[in-house]
């Protein structure tokens, strides 16, 4: 079944195609757009991430940024995951 059997002239064929290639066209200039945008701001980040770092490491390490963890400790482990009680109840019900 083509579109001329359903009644549909050709200029009604290349306004929908037209339309479609707009709406394909503009999507696709705003992701492209986004991309960018995120990458440059990606940059600006890591930037101001190295600044703070060198100034941190130039002032005596006296910041947080020191690879040593939330509470500043020195050991091997940071963190110790919590261990969920057992579930004594019904099988299949949660805590």
Same mark, same amino acid.
């Given at each position: 079944?083509?579109?001329?059997?359903?009644?549909?002239?050709?200029?009604?064929?290349?306004?929908?195609?037209? /339309?479609?290639? /707009?709406?394909?066209? /503009?999507?696709?200039?705003?992701?492209?757009?986004?991309? /960018?945008?995120?990458?440059?701001?990606?940059?600006?980040?890591?930037?101001?991430?190295?600044?703070?770092?060198?100034?941190?490491?130039?002032?005596?390490?006296?910041?947080?940024?020191?690879?040593?963890?939330?509470?500043?400790?020195?050991?091997?482990?940071?963190?110790?995951?919590?261990?969920?009680?057992?579930?004594?109840?019904?099988?299949?019900?949660?805590?």
């Amino acid at each position: 079944m083509t579109y001329q059997s359903r009644g549909r002239s050709i200029f009604e064929v290349v306004l929908a195609i037209c /339309f479609v290639a /707009f709406l394909v066209g /503009f999507i696709t200039v705003l992701c492209i757009g986004n991309y /960018f945008r995120a990458k440059r701001a990606q940059e600006r980040q890591r930037q101001r991430r190295e600044a703070k770092q060198a100034a941190a490491a130039s002032a005596g390490g006296g910041s947080n940024m020191d690879g040593r963890g939330m509470h500043g400790s020195k050991g091997g482990v940071d963190y110790e995951a919590p261990v969920l009680p057992q579930a004594g109840g019904a099988p299949g019900r949660l805590l």
